[in-house]
């Protein structure tokens, strides 16, 4: 089996999108397949423009640093050159588009559909809903995605879903399309096998991820700045590279126990989500955001440590309030507090909710099932 894997991501080191492709790459490469990422975007530091990653190979398109006019005039011909070269006769040959159809990825899609690969979507949000500001360029290829995305899927074998929500979208809209719902996984689930914390009696909130619109900092800053009030021994770590108006909020504050650590590399970032006492995701109450997943969860609940989600998506589908984590309305600040005042002040409960959370992580959000969900699926197309 080959497979081509497409994104706009970076790679091998990147966000959620990034690891979400990882994990599926390097699993299917244990398998036996023969593995290449092609990758339109490869612009940060981390990254080499091509090479090897535990078995996976990977290279950029075109490099952006040429004139805009050149990329965009070549990018066709450069995909073409690629999807050609990795095709193998007598072989079964699949390309997997990461997202919908689009300007970049339409090329990907007509090129891989007449070479005679099998042509799969992985979709993970419904950017026609997002909370975001676009660029001119977004917002362009966002409207081109929804009036071409009906006549592209003529080239589509079969499509991956993250959520229940797109789940019942696409099936409306592509009734006879093979299908299939692959939640988000937890790439940390064997890291160190769940390590011991030191007990005290301070305890460390934690968020990590994106700052955006979508994912409810200013809810969870107003939450922890209220309860600190009345728990000094609590303080709040975000992980990530904050946005100015998020750190200039914290600043009026004036709250001292709320702490921004920047980018982590991967080792230090995992550390520091093992190490929290609790952990927040927060995703606002918003048609983009219940359209997706928060890939964050999965990561989360793989510590064992408690973690206090808004219920969003697909939340309360895999995971039971009090059980398995502590669930908070999203877009809602007296709902936060509560939701920290109750793991505070019930310290009993904390680890038993962890492992029940450390349990349905494997259960739902494992890497090696749900990458063996895609193979099998790859396989029926």
Same mark, same amino acid.
Request: hydrophobic share 40%; charged share 20%.
């Given at each position: ?6 994104? +706009? ?6 966000m ?10 390097e ?16 612009? #940060?530091?981390? =990254? ?5 990653? +535990? ?18 005039? /070549?990018?066709?011909?450069?995909? @073409? ?8 006769k ?10 919908n ?28 809903l997002?909370?975001?500001s ?20 003529? /080239? ?9 929500y ?6 409306? *809209?592509?009734?006879?399309?093979p ?5 988000v996984?937890? @790439? ?11 007990s ?13 619109? !979508? ?6 800053i ?6 600190? !009030? =009345?728990?000094? #021994?609590i ?8 946005? =100015? ?10 709250n001292? #126990?709320?702490?921004?650590?920047? /980018? $982590? ?6 550390k ?8 927040? *995701? ?6 983009f955001?219940h @359209? ?8 989360y ?6 973690v ?10 895999? $995971? ?22 109750y ?8 680890? $038993?909710?962890?492992? +029940? ?5 494997t259960?739902?959000? +494992?890497?090696?099932? #749900?990458s ?10």
């Open positions: 089996m080959d497979v081509i894997f497409v994104i +706009n991501q970076h790679y091998p080191y990147g959620a999108g990034t690891l979400r492709i990882k994990l599926f790459t699993f299917l490469v244990r398998k036996g397949a023969s593995v290449n990422v092609l990758i339109s975007n490869q612009d #940060n530091a981390l =990254n080499s423009q091509s090479g090897s990653h +535990n078995g996976v190979n990977y290279s950029t398109i075109i490099d952006k640093k040429i004139p805009k006019l050149l990329f965009y005039l /070549f990018y066709p011909l450069a995909v @073409a050159f690629k999807i050609l070269k990795f095709k193998k007598n072989h079964k040959n699949y390309i997997v588009i990461y997202g159809v689009d300007l970049y990825t339409l090329p990907y899609v007509i090129i891989a559909k007449i070479s005679g690969y099998k042509v799969l979507l992985d979709i993970v949000e419904d950017y026609g997002t909370d975001e676009l660029s001119w360029k977004g917002k362009v290829n966002s409207w081109f995605s929804e009036i071409i995305m009906p006549y592209g899927m003529k /080239f589509i074998d079969g499509i991956v879903v993250i959520s229940m797109l789940d019942n979208k696409y099936k409306v *809209m592509f009734p006879d399309m299908l299939v719902k692959i939640p996984s937890a @790439a940390n689930l064997s890291y160190e096998s769940l390590i011991q914390k030191p005290s009696e301070d305890l460390c909130f934690v968020y990590c991820g994106s700052f955006g619109i !979508k994912d409810g900092l200013d809810y969870l107003k939450a922890f700045d209220n309860v600190s !009030k =009345n728990h000094p #021994n303080s709040l770590k975000l992980l990530g590279q904050a946005e =100015n108006e998020i750190i200039d909020k914290v600043n009026s504050l004036e001292y #126990n709320i702490s921004f650590t920047g /980018f $982590l590399p991967d080792k230090d970032y995992w520091a989500i093992h190490l929290a006492d609790i952990l927040c *995701m927060t995703r606002i109450d918003s048609p955001a @359209a997706g997943f928060p890939f964050k969860l999965g990561e609940l793989a510590t064992g440590r408690p206090i989600a808004t219920d969003v998506s697909d939340v309360r589908y895999y $995971l039971d309030d009090k059980i398995d984590i502590v669930m908070a309305k999203p877009s809602d600040t007296p709902s936060l507090i509560n939701a920290m005042e793991l505070i002040k019930n310290p009993d409960k904390r680890d $038993l909710i962890g492992m +029940n959370g450390y349990e349905k992580c259960k739902y959000f +494992n890497p090696e099932v #749900n063996q969900i895609l193979l099998d699926f790859i396989n029926e197309i």
